[in-house]
């Protein structure tokens, strides 16, 4: 049992709602007192998480646990999946359609920001099934 | 400096998010890409880009940068008003394109603008 168990709903193609999971999370990681550089790599990657949800998973859950020293985020969809995870995890690969990238967004760096932020990273991905992220991030280390 | 007196200094007009005015900002930030942006821009800096939307907002908050400056007379969308508003996210706007608001946020943040007034 973590300290702190926080479940979310994330709606698919809705980019007015995106980031209030990971807002919310900041939030109440900034209440417990965790140090800056944490909450901020906690946020990065929930967001970048969030926003890969709305645009490729068809919506999804996002399960945060909070511990004093490490905070856990796994976010699950029954999307797509990702057919190739090694090529998907490099900067500038994107598949996002052209009116995402007239957002901002369509990089290719989402999944590349994440393990950037993250000290912890597993992609477990079937086709057709889904695709579950794994995160964790350790107060103190990376930064 | 705090934005504000940047932003009084520099001519940039407030359009939303009135609370964080107070915001001190010790660097410049500048890009369109909200990933790019979010990975990299630092807490403290004062963001210039040309993305009014809601998203850019979501991205500012949570990469903790001092306040949006949208250049080159680019829109904030109502929406993207309205959630800066909420979050206290300061955004300005200006007419001098990102190349022109960056050289006048160097003047101002490296105290060059003062050196020059007293010659």
């Not at chain 1, 939030?27 to 967001?47: S, T």
């Not at chain 1, 890969?52 to 797509?80: C, K």
Request: contains cysteine.
């Amino acid at each position: 049992m973590s300290m702190l168990h926080l479940e979310y709903q994330v709606p698919g193609d809705d980019f007015t709602r995106a980031g209030e999971a990971s807002g919310d999370v900041k939030h109440k990681l900034k209440k417990l007192g965790y140090e800056p550089d944490a909450i901020r790599r906690v946020a990065i990657a929930m967001y970048e998480g969030e926003i890969n949800l709305v645009i490729h998973g068809g919506g999804g859950e996002a399960v945060v646990d909070v511990d004093p020293d490490r905070v856990d985020i796994a976010l699950i969809d029954q999307g797509p999946g990702i057919p190739d995870v090694e090529q998907a995890m490099q900067a500038g690969w994107s598949t996002a359609p052209d009116n995402v990238r007239a957002l901002g967004f369509g990089a290719g760096m989402g999944l590349p920001n994440m393990k950037k932020y993250t000290d912890e990273m597993t992609i477990d991905s079937t086709v057709g099934v889904g695709t579950t992220v794994k995160m964790t991030v350790v107060p103190g280390r990376k930064g | 400096m705090t934005i504000n007196d940047l932003a009084q200094a520099c001519g940039w007009k407030l359009l939303a998010g009135e609370d964080g005015q107070e915001n001190e900002v010790d660097g410049c930030y500048i890009g369109d890409l909200l990933s790019w942006v979010m990975g990299r821009a630092q807490s403290g800096n004062v963001w210039l880009t040309v993305m009014g939307n809601l998203n850019a907002i979501a991205v500012a908050a949570l990469a903790d940068v001092s306040g949006i400056v949208l250049c080159e007379d680019s829109a904030l969308d109502p929406d993207a008003k309205k959630r800066a508003g909420m979050q206290g996210i300061p955004v300005y706007g200006c007419s001098p394109n990102l190349y022109q608001t960056a050289v006048s946020v160097y003047e101002q943040i490296s105290g060059l603008a003062e050196q020059l007034a007293d010659i």
